[in-house]
């Protein structure tokens, strides 16, 4: 009977097994918060409709995972495998409509060995976050084109909007819809219906106040954006970039090509499926998997813009729905699903392993730091100096101050840099009226206060640097040395105690 169950379930079984494993395994190895769950809870504690970086919808949803589960790192990693189980889900209901029902498994199952599915998959981030997003809208948009109701039609519009609130590369997929709608002829009498209207203003409706924002913070995002590309000009980078691209996007699948590649190989006397141009499923599939690639390639190419491998994160959802397509439209063999499920397991075993020895072995400060022993070890020092008002700001970069924030007694707020264009919700005199703690790494800045974190006027307090043994243990490297300072809340001292001159200026 159980057997049966997971024979009946297994989509649901293997998407089960995948957040289990794939949750474990960075909980017991990454003792330490991550870079990108620094950057995330760092700005999702101060709920605003943008942030320096990146929109809000993925730092909104990491907070809400910290709330719910006590602040819990544990929390952040099961949150990424909650997203790609939800993209399994949902690319295993579309493959449904396009393969029978081993193949739409066999094709949802092939995802497994995408790199940004697996061994990236641990780390939740915007690109984490798009991958469930465009799988939804793209599932939206085939049940609003084939029933042309108008529910589905929003749901497009309404996902659209959360992928936009992830990450703007969203807009790759939404431009080539549009590109569909206007080229391809099957499609093209939809403009004659309210269906992609109903989307437009939808998206347009939930993105206006982070469209507010953008104007009201000088358009941060677009100018943060616009930096990650730009690179010194050379002629041939119109070629190099997009090149450099599409051979990091070809090893993120080369898994998935080699588990299909091996067993279509296996496939002797049959018949091979010859594309069919006029095919409307291979329209759209065309536009919704591989044009949103193609217009990177096409940007990057006209404008010489330097493309990040990770960019690349929610391009491949329907690759295994592509491969079965597009090339093997027969009846499934035994013998192909024999090397298919063999080839499957051995694939996903080396990912595993080979996860765990990248995290064993190397020697990351940032995996292996102790941000809880320095949370509290300045939480206390805070509250001996300024035992009557609560710790509520850190000030210092993104990911040694996100850390003493996260970890501290209390949840802080983060004040990067001591710079308004990354922490718009915090400033100078806040900070001068609430206090904080300055933090810093003082093996590689010294002892003293560095002079892009001094607070001219304010009473500060030079601490002793702390002494953080890595939390792996490791003794062959030295400790990692701690530098901080507190800077005293103005209501807590006389004029006379304010420090104005070159010591720390």
Known sequence: MILEYIVKNKIYVFALLHVLIWTLLPTILHPNMPLDMTELVSWGHEWQWGYQKHPPLSSWIAEVAMILSGNSTWAYFLLSQISIATSFIIVWKLSGKFLDKEKAFMATILLEGVYYYNFTSPEFNPNVLMIPLWSAIILAFWNGLQTSKIQYWFFVGLLSALAMLAKYYSATLLISM?????????????????????????????????????????????????????????????????????????????????????????????????????????????????????????ISGISSASLKSMWGTPLWNLV?????????????????????????????????????????????????FNGQAAGKYISDAWNQAVPDMPLKIVVGDLWLAGNIGFYADSRLSVFTDMDTQKSSWLNIDRLRQAGAVIVWDSA?????????????????????????????????????MLGFAILVPVSKYEKSEVICDSKYN
């Not at 549009?178 to 269906?195: C, E, I, N, P």
């Not at 206006?208 to 104007?215: D, E």
């Not at 898994?255 to 329209?283: C, M, P, Q, W």
């Not at 006027?457 to 890595?470: E, G, H, M």
């Open 178 to 298: 549009v590109l569909m709608l206007v080229f391809a002829k099957d499609y093209r009498s939809h403009w004659r219906t309210a269906g992609p209207y109903v989307a437009f203003v939808t998206a347009m409706l939930c993105l206006l106040p982070h469209l507010m924002w953008i104007y009201q913070n000088n358009f941060s995002t677009f100018h943060y954006a616009i930096g990650r590309s730009s690179s010194e000009y050379h002629f041939y980078n119109h070629l190099l970039y997009p090149l450099k691209f599409s051979l990091s996007q070809l090893v993120s699948v080369l898994a998935a090509l080699v588990i299909f590649g091996v067993a279509y190989s296996k496939e002797r006397g049959r018949s091979r499926h010859i594309l069919n141009g006029s095919d409307n499923k291979l329209t759209f599939l065309f536009f919704c998997g591989l044009m949103p690639f193609l217009l990177t390639l096409l």
């Open 444 to 480: 590689s800045e010294g002892e003293r206060l560095p002079a892009r974190l001094t607070v001219p006027c304010t009473k500060i307090l030079l601490q002793n640097p702390v002494v953080l043994p890595w939390r792996n243990g490791d003794t062959d490297k030295p400790p990692y």
């Open 320 to 368: 295994g729905i592509m491969l079965f397509y597009f090339f093997y439209k027969e009846n499934l063999s035994e013998r192909f699903s024999k090397v298919f499920y063999k080839t499957f397991i051995i694939i996903v075993v080396i990912s595993v392993v080979a996860y765990i020895g990248s995290l064993t072995f190397r020697t990351s400060n940032r995996a292996h």
